[in-house]
């Protein structure tokens, strides 16, 4: 099984890369669901802060890769030749996905806090950084997770500053290629 990895800094396009993988035919994996599911699962309101500390519980409790041992039963069962996860946050989790997937690919989406600040505002997700300090607080978390060592493991990278179809197009492009596809 081909599997391709994606990992950014929030806002910077990974949730774009799944959709247009979702377009060509590619199932997608959504790593953050497991932190939803358990946020629901506790009754709680789903906030940045309340997904930041179930994630954070989760690798405090369970290692540093519980994330992506909780994900790898899900890619697994799309049964598909090829399979994207989105929502790497930590080298921790590219080791475990590299160990378990010997097909794995890790792309990295780069794109600036200005930028970034931007998508949050207008995206309008209930776990969403209203403010930037709360978008660098979000950053910081993060990066405490291993977040930019795994972005600097990633064997491409995209540069998302651009327009949103300059971006898909590039997106486009590479996930055909890796994952063989006709674009």
Known sequence: MKVIGIVGMPASGKGEASRIARDLGIP???MGDAIRERVKEAGLPPTDANFGAIAGKLRADLGMDAIA???IPR???????VALVDGIRGDYEVATFRDHFPDFTLIGIDSSFTTRYRRLKNRGRSDDSLTP?????????ELGWGLGRALEQADCRVT???SL????AEIRALLCRLGGREE
């Open 133 to 141: 300090e709360e978008l660098r607080a979000r950053d910081e978390r």
């Open 165 to 168: 179809e300059e971006f898909a």
């Open 160 to 162: 998302n500053e651009a």
């Open 28 to 30: 997608v994996v959504v």
């Open 75 to 81: 890619i697994e069962a799309t049964g598909a030749p």
């Open 69 to 71: 041992r909780i994900t």
